[in-house]
């Protein structure tokens, strides 16, 4: 898989992204680096370019058959289906700034239903189907039985449009141990550039400089806190961009979001923190009054 599924302690699937640290080596030429902001300009005319020449199976969704599995398709317009709505004139698309360095990303999302239940951040974890497609149609990837999606793990595309959506307000549990979802859940699917993808990186069956797409059934939200220190790790970031493996308060070699003493006082984080033993609501003294919480105060 594109997006490397590994399973862990049998119950709970994440992903990381080969390639995507600079110092990868995946045995392949190396691949000359592209200006960012020219590329995504580059891109945005190509995705802008496949939603007014595609169409999603928009008819389905209006009279869903027996056994309809709920997944958007798409497919391209051409003299037998003239009549099709392209995507991009679909009332169900919205368009989304993602900022990375100095450069603006535009993404697309295409909500045919955003779901009931649970909305995740993008630090939290999530249950999803997916089908992952270029933008000539070739499938790269896709996960037909739920998994478990670790976003701050995933590429920045995916994660940026699988938090537009909110997944099932409950599920049963059948005789078999398999589950049915209530049928409130996200279905829809988000249209990325290279920049917020693999780049220049190639990935089997993904050439560099390649935008993306990925339809998506998000089903479960959890929270995560991934050190245990009693703080969801949303709230780990801590100058508020989205990605937490630049937030480190001690400047150790752990982020604070998997680091369970943020500040370096040899005092767990779980410990300056207060937590409501009925609410779980949490709070952050501060106990010398200088404006910053004795979790992230090292002197405190």
Request: hydrophobic share 30%; aromatic share 12%.
């Amino acid at each position: 898989m594109r997006l490397n599924k590994i399973l862990l302690a049998g119950f709970f699937m994440t992903a990381f992204l080969v390639g995507c640290n600079d110092d990868d080596d995946n045995g392949t030429d190396e691949v000359e680096e592209r200006d960012r902001t020219e590329q995504e300009l580059a891109d945005r005319e190509a995705l802008e370019e496949y939603l007014q020449t595609h169409f999603y199976n928009y008819e389905d969704f209006e009279n869903p058959s027996e056994g309809f599995d709920y997944v958007v398709r798409f497919d391209t317009i051409n003299e037998a289906n003239a009549d099709k709505t392209p995507l991009i004139e679909s009332d169900l698309l919205e368009s989304k700034t993602v900022t990375r360095g100095e450069v603006d990303y535009t993404i697309y999302v295409l909500k045919v239903r955003e779901g009931e239940g649970d909305k995740p951040t993008f630090a939290d974890s999530t249950f999803v189907t997916y089908r992952g497609e270029l933008l000539n149609r070739r499938m790269f990837d896709n996960a037909v039985t739920p998994v478990w999606f670790d976003l701050p793990q995933l590429i920045e595309g995916f994660t940026e449009g699988v938090i537009e959506f909110r997944g099932a307000t409950n599920f049963d549990v059948n005789e078999d141990n398999s589950v049915t979802w209530t049928n409130d859940y996200g279905v829809g699917a988000v249209f990325m550039p290279s920049g917020l993808g693999y780049y220049s990186r190639p990935q089997g069956g993904i050439p560099p400089y390649s935008p993306l797409i990925f339809s998506i059934n998000l089903y479960g939200v959890n929270q995560a806190d991934h050190d245990n220190d009693g703080i969801p790790s949303y709230m780990e970031d801590i100058n508020g961009d989205g990605v937490l493996g630049n937030d480190n308060t001690d400047n150790d070699n752990l982020p604070n979001f998997i680091d369970d003493d943020d500040d370096g006082d040899f005092i767990p984080t779980r410990e300056e923190i207060e937590i409501d033993p009925e609410t779980g609501e949490l709070s952050f003294p501060d106990k010398d009054n200088d404006g910053t919480p004795d979790y992230l105060d090292s002197d405190n």
